[in-house]
């Protein structure tokens, strides 16, 4: 159970963190819609668990936030990544690409 | 812990609250305006919203926790040391730079006490660059009770902010003064502020 809520969790940061390395400063709904558009709608993140994520990885260092006016002229918490975010989202994805190769030879072996 | 610092750490938190909640009704608001630009009814796209959401008190909670978790500890004590610069036990030791008599703790002369004592803010580069340690500062509580002349008199972090932090927050202070044959004097008087992260 824990293993699969550590890898659950570690797969938001990772979609977090690629999103925001791709572009730059963003907010909790733009991050939201950009996972989902490139994703082509197959991932939609639950926006409910979106939120603490973000705070969690701010403190961790990996991507701090600015407020901002939005697009239309209110008041948003803009995220962006850091230096130790980028260090950590590639380290996050080799383990993820290992682990999705892993599953791919054994389905294949299968 | 002193039912001050249980206060100003409650405000603290409502403060934190108060940013959550801006947060999350951008949010929603957002995603509503969105939800209406896709052809839905005003009332469906804030409905589909919240949907989306899921519970918002979890969410907060969430939130809430990630500082809370995270939230290093800020220790300020307070050093009285007492300095004979001149003159006998309860004299003026010297003059400000307002020319006010600053007197140095002494038989004649009680400490101020603090009243009023917000806790300098851990910044965020101090916190991942991984500065510990404290900083000392030296300041005159002046006989209306708030600090004047503050100065670092031993630096702790001059890059990430702690050293503003100390002087910002110490500035902030409110003092029942220092008395002297019962009157409010000047004091001088230096305090340690603690950064420790968890």
Redesign the interface.
């Known amino acids: 159970m824990r293993q699969r809520r550590d890898t659950l969790q570690g797969t938001l940061d990772l979609l977090v963190l690629r999103t925001l390395a791709g572009a730059g400063a963003m907010h909790g709904t733009d991050i939201s819609d950009r996972i989902a558009e490139t994703s082509r709608d197959v991932l939609r993140v639950e926006e409910g668990s979106l939120y603490p994520a973000l705070h969690r990885m701010e403190e961790a260092g990996w991507i701090r936030s600015q407020w901002k006016a939005s697009d239309n002229n209110r008041r948003a918490r803009y995220y962006q990544v850091t230096a130790s975010g980028r260090r950590r989202l590639s380290e996050v994805e080799q383990r993820w690409t290992t682990h999705v190769n892993a599953v791919m030879r054994v389905l294949k072996l299968a | 812990m002193s039912v001050l610092t249980r206060f100003f750490n409650l405000f603290r938190l409502t403060s934190l609250d108060r940013?959550l909640d801006?947060?999350?009704r951008?949010?929603l608001?957002?995603?509503a305006?969105?939800n209406a630009a896709a052809g839905m009814s005003r009332q469906d796209a804030e409905a589909a919203a919240l949907d989306?959401?899921?519970?918002?008190a979890?969410?907060k909670a969430?939130?809430r926790?990630?500082?809370v978790?995270?939230r290093p500890m800020v220790a300020v004590s307070v050093l009285t040391i007492v300095m004979i610069v001149g003159g006998a036990l309860g004299t003026a030791v010297y003059r400000s730079g307002s020319g006010q008599r600053v007197y140095d703790i002494s038989a004649e002369v009680t400490a101020p006490v603090p009243v009023v004592t917000p806790h300098p803010e851990y910044t965020?580069a101090a916190?991942?660059a991984k500065i510990q340690g404290s900083v000392r500062v030296r300041c005159v509580v002046r006989p209306e009770g708030v600090c004047a002349d503050v100065t670092v008199i031993r630096s702790l972090d001059r890059t990430f902010g702690l050293d503003d932090e100390a002087l910002r927050a110490l500035r902030d202070w409110r003092f029942r003064p220092a008395l002297r044959a019962g009157g409010p004097v000047a004091t001088r008087v230096d305090f340690e502020i603690r950064f420790t992260l968890r």
């Open positions: 940013e801006e947060e999350l951008f949010h608001a957002e995603r305006r969105r989306r959401f899921g519970s918002v979890r969410a969430g939130m926790a990630a500082h978790a995270a965020a916190k991942r």
